[in-house]
């Protein structure tokens, strides 16, 4: 159990457009669900917490206006990276937070390569 | 602040065994956990410690002293599908993750 599903697994897009990413959590409800981003050769970076119903909480330093966070329903919640720069280019990965004992309580989604060209 | 180190890079031979090692400093503990990440892919779950001693799953195992602020991952019987990056995340009073750098380990023939 515990799935979460995130897509598109990938995209290329031009400098200055958008893009949106779903992330699903299939088999559970997920109140609460995290975005990370990750560069190469770099660990995950949480850029924000999204909650079900309510605004999400970015970390120092990410954008809220450039990187939007809906998170409208207890399974769906969606990045859109707006007017995006190569400098965007970077792995995506969600993932929905369920507490199981003696396990972890992220449940990740397969992650989405965005390239801005 | 809140710190955790694990080496960045480890070479192993292929049926070794290899130990990477995690310490943290964080504000408070409730747990860490080890996943496995390999290229282009999300990290998948390998184990979680919460109390000290040695949890064995298989061919990994993974320690904590939590007095010592350490941890380890054990990985048996190295096979090639074992290249990958192993992440060390410790869950703090706050009951967020913090993650370290990540280790990249590479399984030579």
């Known amino acids: 159990g515990a799935v979460v599903s995130q897509h598109p697994s990938w995209v290329i897009c031009k400098s200055g457009t958008s893009v949106k990413i779903e992330c699903r959590s299939l088999d559970f409800q997920a109140t609460t669900m995290f975005w990370y981003r990750q560069f190469p050769k770099q660990s995950l970076m949480l850029m924000a917490t999204s909650n079900e119903g309510s605004k999400a909480t970015y970390e120092q330093g990410v954008e809220k206006d450039k990187f939007l966070i809906n998170h409208a329903s207890l399974t769906l919640s969606t990045l859109t990276v707006t007017s995006a720069h190569p400098e965007d280019s970077s792995f995506y990965i969600c993932?929905?937070?369920?507490?199981?004992?003696?396990?972890?309580?992220?449940?990740f989604g397969n992650g989405t390569r965005l390239t801005v060209t | 602040g809140q710190n955790i180190d694990q080496p960045t890079e480890m070479t192993a031979t292929e049926g070794a065994i290899v130990q990477i090692n995690c310490t943290y400093q964080t504000s408070g503990f409730n747990g860490l956990f080890w996943y496995q990440q390999h290229a282009g892919e999300a990290p998948t779950f390998l184990s979680y410690n919460v109390l000290d001693g040695l949890e064995e799953k298989g061919r990994f195992s993974s320690f904590l002293s939590r007095s010592k602020g350490y941890s380890y991952l054990l990985l048996k019987e190295l096979q090639m599908k074992d290249s990958a990056s192993y992440l060390c995340a410790v869950r703090d009073s706050n009951y967020q993750l913090i993650w370290g750098a990540g280790t990249k380990l590479i399984i030579k023939p």
């Open positions: 993932s929905g937070l369920r507490e199981e004992k003696g396990s972890s309580p992220l449940h």
